[in-house]
C-alpha cells in the first residue's frame, strides 16, 4: 500500500521540512494561526529598526551629512593653517612683511611720511 502524500503546494514543502527534521512537533491549524502573527509582527519590528530606529538608514544618513560636513571644516582649516604658515615663514625671512605689519596694525610711519586721515562727512538726515 501507499502512503498518500501531497504532490504539490505549501502542503508539501511542510511535509518534506519535518520528514527531514524528525524531532520537530508537528504544527496543527491552531498552532499556524498564533505561529504566521508572530512571523509578521518579528518582520514589522525589524522593519522599523530599518527604516526608524536606532541605526537606520535616517540615522545613517545623517551620519553621512554630518562627515561630509567636518570634512568640509577639515578642509577649511588645512586651507587656513597652510595660510598662516606662509606668514609665519614671511616674517621670519623678510623685513617687508614685518614693515607692512607695522604700518597696518600699529599705524607706524616710515621717516619722511606725512599721515593724513581723511574723515568723510555723514549727508544730513531727512526729517520725516
Known amino acids: ?13 511542510l511535509l518534506r521540512v519535518w520528514s527531514f527534521w524528525p524531532g520537530l512537533p508537528r504544527l496543527t491549524g491552531l498552532d499556524m494561526r498564533w505561529l504566521i502573527p508572530v512571523l509578521i509582527l518579528f518582520l514589522a519590528a525589524l522593519q522599523y529598526r530599518l527604516w526608524v530606529g536606532e541605526g537606520s538608514l535616517a540615522d545613517l544618513h545623517g551620519l553621512k551629512m554630518e562627515i561630509a560636513h567636518q570634512e568640509a571644516e577639515v578642509a577649511r582649516l588645512r586651507a587656513r593653517n597652510q595660510e598662516l604658515q606662509a606668514e609665519v615663514l614671511d616674517l621670519g625671512s623678510g623685513v617687508e612683511a614685518i614693515e607692512e605689519r607695522a604700518r597696518s596694525e600699529l599705524g607706524m610711519l616710515k621717516p619722511g611720511e606725512i599721515f593724513i586721515q581723511v574723515i568723510e562727512r555723514r549727508p544730513p538726515e531727512a526729517a520725516p
Do not use: L
Request: no cysteine.
Open 1 to 13: 500500500m501507499r502512503a498518500a502524500m501531497p504532490s504539490s503546494g505549501s502542503d508539501g514543502m
